[in-house]
């Protein structure tokens, strides 16, 4: 499922999104996470040892909302399944770095940090943009 322009329009602002994915027992885990979209889709950026990853890896069912801070009845949410992506994390983590907080690189990162590319196929596709 692909989404329309203006949903892409959307995302491509800087809005922070609530990712859910599941843990081991079933349960709901949200965070707060910085959004990419691009030709391929939506995506965000995390690092392994943390437990986005962890319990994707073990689930992949992942939904992604993001409002828009302004106007909270502005909003797309999209549901389907993660799949970790090494390739060009590091590079997405820069990117998003700068979209978010316009800092050339990400000046979190920690010194064994591996990033990773969390990126949605999506399913399904609910919101209000308009």
Same mark, same amino acid.
Not at 24 to 53: L, Q
Not at 79 to 107: C, F, H, M, N
């Given at each position: 499922? &692909? #989404? =329309?322009?203006?949903? @892409? &329009? ?7 999104? $609530?990712?859910?994915? #599941?843990?081991? &027992? ?5 965070? $707060? ?22 319990? %994707?890896?073990?689930? !992949?069912?992942?939904? #992604?909302? $993001? $409002? ?12 389907? =399944?993660? =799949? ?5 994390? &590091?590079?997405? %983590?820069? +990117? #998003? ?13 920690? !010194?064994?940090? +591996? @990033?990773? =590319? ?10 209000? %943009?308009?």
């Amino acid at each position: 499922m &692909d #989404l =329309t322009p203006a949903q @892409r &329009d959307f995302l491509e602002n800087p809005f922070v999104g $609530v990712v859910t994915d #599941l843990r081991p &027992d079933g349960s709901p885990h949200s965070t $707060v996470v910085w959004v990419d979209v691009d030709d391929d889709g939506v995506s965000f950026n995390t690092a392994y040892g943390r437990a986005k990853p962890t319990y %994707i890896d073990g689930d !992949p069912r992942v939904s #992604l909302t $993001v $409002v828009d801070p302004h106007d909270p009845y502005r909003w797309v949410s999209v549901s389907g =399944t993660g =799949t970790l992506v090494d390739e060009g994390a &590091d590079g997405q %983590i820069d +990117r #998003l770095s700068k979209k978010y907080i316009d800092a050339d690189s990400y000046p979190f990162r920690q !010194p064994d940090e +591996r @990033r990773v =590319t969390v990126r949605i196929a999506i399913a399904k596709i609910d919101g209000r %943009i308009e």
